[in-house]
């Protein structure tokens, strides 16, 4: 019966260009579920249908938290939505003179996401709907900054806190924004919020907004990483700047880049100019200056804070090379050496040679110019993991120097001396600083071992970044003894696990693949509580997935990153309490998003499962 009368709603036209335009014969319609979120039901239309509704209508009104991602605090949307033409959008900025600069930019940027909602944006064939009256309101978003100006992110959640109020006045045809933030991080939450209320829509051409909302919002965790390592194999900048993208996207705000490690050295240092001309793999694999000091900007307007690593004393090699010609001495050791097994955990090996005293005056230049080309900064993160003694006790310089120090050649005495280079290494890094002392990160390592923390390393200089297990006892130790911490744990945040190996056969070392529920589940205050239910929960500062670079390019980054980034970002930014099954339908429509922007996401289901929201997971009984 119904079939008869859809044909009678069916009919499609012949147009100029030569295409067959066929008029949509589905509606969704948001309907509520028992004890779970709603969900957007795909129906036809039929002559006795009331009103149609695009899949991207429904979903940006369906649900308690509609389309937004990660999910705020508390959250209230409208049902209905107004139309609007980019060209209808105008703002207000309260904030001082350096906020406004910012702001903005941020608003530009919230302007041309604007922009890409449409499907011609990629091809650059953005036409829409010419105004036509009465439908189509006007966008006005009111932006105002309420604490004195703040340049710079710092481990404070109320930095990142905002408001957002969306109302339509019947009979108006203006819709107003209001975003209110203290800082300008997080009004530019708020802009991204805002952006996520609105979409497409086909049957208009033109964008549609949620016609009212009201918004709180502050992150569950201050610090939201994502480590990027650019020395196993090189990353355009322009990778670089699509992933900055795609995190402001995810509310992430740490952009943790390892930079250096043996393989290469791609940053080209005034100072140092030997190190990236030994230590890149081309002249155009490089990171210039201008590059990195662009990047932090570019970053800084996307409320993403740029963090240096610079790795020692291990993950050292390419780029050290020029010691002896300079009249320095070996500046490392057990560089390129085999069976590299024994010496290191992955070719080429190499370590600092912590018996040349050049190395210090040469990692001082370094640090010096690591700090104007990534400050003002607020924590530099020291590497400091995987260090392999068997390569210090297999040089004789190095064997020389403890026996010429009065130390024997056991573990813990090479400990003692890492210990002591690390110290070194962070007043070098105080002293670059101008000397403002700021946190140091560290890797769990050796040093970090049960019973070792509190012997070699300070708890008010250095926050641990735990890359161990989620079950390991030693995460418990670290929180008891007060250390900051972030959580990275490789079971469920290295996103390189999964593939092939590349030093023989069978998978890598870490699979299986990290999928992004697995991602997502991975909740650094219940790993903590798991293993003490005493523990000082505020310790814990975030988290932080790793992208090692072995098997990953330019080519691919943004599929390993995307979207299991977002998991991380919505765990980390919301701290659910429920679990990845919740959050399925704003995963898959906020994936689509991603793709919009630009951002070559991984896709995880069937398009059929985004328009048929319900009907794919296997339900718990
Ligand atoms: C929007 O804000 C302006 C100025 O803040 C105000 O005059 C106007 O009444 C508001 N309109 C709606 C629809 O809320
Ligand atoms: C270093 O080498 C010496 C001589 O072979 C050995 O006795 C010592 O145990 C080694 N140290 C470590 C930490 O392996
Ligand atoms: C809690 O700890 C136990 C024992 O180590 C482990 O088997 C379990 O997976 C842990 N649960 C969580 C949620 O981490």
Redo the contacts with the bound molecule.
Sequence with gaps: MWSLQVFTVFAFAYVASGQFELPNPWTWRCVPQEGKDSVCVKELVTATTSGTSSNAACKITCGKYGPLWPKPKSAKIGNEVQYFLPSAVSE?IVASEADKALVVQAVEIFKDNLNAYHPGYKKRQVVWRSRDGAKFIEL?V?IEIEGPSQSHLTLDVSDEQYSLFV???PS?S???A?IRAKTFFGARHGLETLSQLIDYEEAENSLMIVNSADIADQPSFTYRGLLLDTSRNYISVDSIKRTLDAMAANKLNTFHWHITDSHSFPMVLKSLPKMAYYGSYSDRDLYQPEDIRNLVVYGRVRGVRVLPEFDAPAHVGSGWEWGPQEGLGELTVCYKQEPWQEYCVEPPCGQLNIANENIYPVLGKIYKEMVELFGPIDMFHFGGDEVNLNCWNSSEEIVNYMSSNRVDRSADSFYGQWSIFQNRAYDLLTEANNNLPVPGILWTSHLTEKGRTTRFLDKNKYIIQIWSTGTDPLIKELLENKFRVIFSNYDAWYLDCGLGAWVGDGHNWCSPYKEWQAVYDNSPNKIALNLSSTVDLSLILGGEAALWSEQVDSESVDVRLWPRGSALGERLWSDPDHDWRDAEYRMVNHRQRLVKRGVQADRLQPEWCHQNEGLCYINKA
Excluded: P
Aim: hydrophobic share 20%; proline share 0%.
């Design positions: 207000n006005r009111s109302e339509t006045l108006s203006i819709t107003n209001t």
